[in-house]
């Protein structure tokens, strides 16, 4: 590529790249600091909530940086300029925006002793690449074979009682190295929802423009969802949630982040670094069930855009404006005045009004019948109808007295554990049951169990649940972690 076309592309990213733009911005270390902050505990936050943050922050920012006090007119900036995306009125980072946070964090946060940690990576992925892509039967055995010998000798080492140990810098330079690597995940989700809506708008362009019937619209719409697939990003999510939905790794993989954050090498990370690597797989979990939201509801709406006809409407606008520009281009050679009439005319239908009075529209003036409302005073002592709906379960100590009984008699069912701490609380504590299986992630069986749960009323039950296997050693050492 010649100085030209690199200066006429950087050029383009300049102008165009979200990312870019924000580390431009007059203002980027403003907006840099406040969505980190605003999402440093979760992923999607509530634009209502988001407003309230932001309103409370810029009488500070107005005084030392001249901003207006308009919390929300600051916040649609962001949504429109790419750094912010905005879906039920609820708000997510774009990929955008961890790109050019990334790159600020990087500028102080390099650890010169992180090459050595690289270059491992780089000869591990390197030897595993030339063993997967070997079409010789030979070498693969003879690469493969290296490595088991390699791993006899550590073993034997290990058996002969010499445990190597890593210094301090590195273990600092490997669990930092080991963060950053973890740290760059949550910018792969970004980076899929992005492409899912830039694939739903070529899809809607392609439906806008295109003249065929419904049928190879709608079979258009399927081969959106097999384009999707094929993307990188796709494939890369496809693989990534396989190995999500395999328990064994899983439960394998948080235990081993559980002992790294055990260990005193766990001193060289962050308090906020540390509870990320903590939390990492219920992070990663909950981030995928988004992609799945966001694929879902992408899907639904172009279906809606179909059935409903949109796009036939949409091209019936879009060839007016096309012969609306062709008359206009004639207006200068042919030297037409502006007040001639064009015979150009849409099919929206008609409007049948008989007479004026017939158009009834809501006026503001228009007030709720409000005579028979009558106001009660309010009372600061709460009555027993009140206490009886607040008689709920608590799911803390629900979860205390499962984990103790698994303690005690290893892992179980929730049938099983419903026989040694019989259920009282009626549904509810039963869902309460469910739900804590879940969120440590138990085991699915592939069969179901059949439980008979008496309500409040003393009524009895017959509930069907999956069976859940949980065991001890999945519940976290603060419950409090739970995503109950």
Known sequence: MSLYEQQARYRRLFAEHAAWRLLHAEHAPIVLAFISDLFAQESEVPFGKARVALEAELPAWQESFGLQENAGAHLRHWI??????????????????????????????????????????????????????????????????????????????????IVPELSGPEQRERIRGLYHLTSVLTGDFRRLEDEIRQLDQKMRVRMIESETGRGEVLQALLE??????????????????????????????????????????????????????????????????????????????????????????RRAVELLLRQLEKQAVNFKDHELSFRVPVAVDLPTGSLRVRSPSSIHLRLPEERLDTSQVTANTNSHIANAGMLDHLNTVKVLEVAADVRALLNQFGPMTVAKVVQYRPITGGLEELVAHVRIAKAIDAIVLESSENLLVPDRAGNRIRATIPALLMAAEQFPTDLEELAL
């Not at 060289?268 to 509801?297: D, G, I, N």
Request: aromatic share 6%; with cysteine.
């Open 224 to 313: 959106h969802e097999g384009e999707l697939l094929q993307t990188d990003a796709g494939q890369a999510f496809d693989g990534f949630f396989q190995l999500l939905c395999d328990q064994n790794r899983i439960i394998e993989f948080r235990e081993q982040l559980r002992s790294i954050l055990a260990r005193p090498a766990s001193q060289h990370l962050k308090q906020e670094e540390a509870r990320y690597l903590a939390h990492l797989v219920r992070e990663l979990t909950k981030e995928s069930e988004r992609v799945f939201q966001v694929r879902r509801r992408t899907g639904e709406s172009l279906r809606a855009f179909v059935e409903s006809g949109a796009q036939q409407e």
């Open 80 to 161: 429109q300029s790419g750094w912010l995306r905005e879906h039920d009125d609820r708000l997510t980072r774009t990929d955008a925006f961890e790109l050019a946070l990334r790159f600020a964090q990087n500028l102080e946060q390099r650890d010169s002793n992180a090459t050595a940690s690289h270059l491992r990576i780089v000869q591990d992925a390197v030897r595993d690449l030339a063993v997967a892509l070997s079409p010789n039967p030979e070498e693969r055995i003879t690469l493969l074979s290296a490595r088991r010998e390699a791993l006899d000798r550590e073993i034997e080492a290990l058996r002969m009682g």
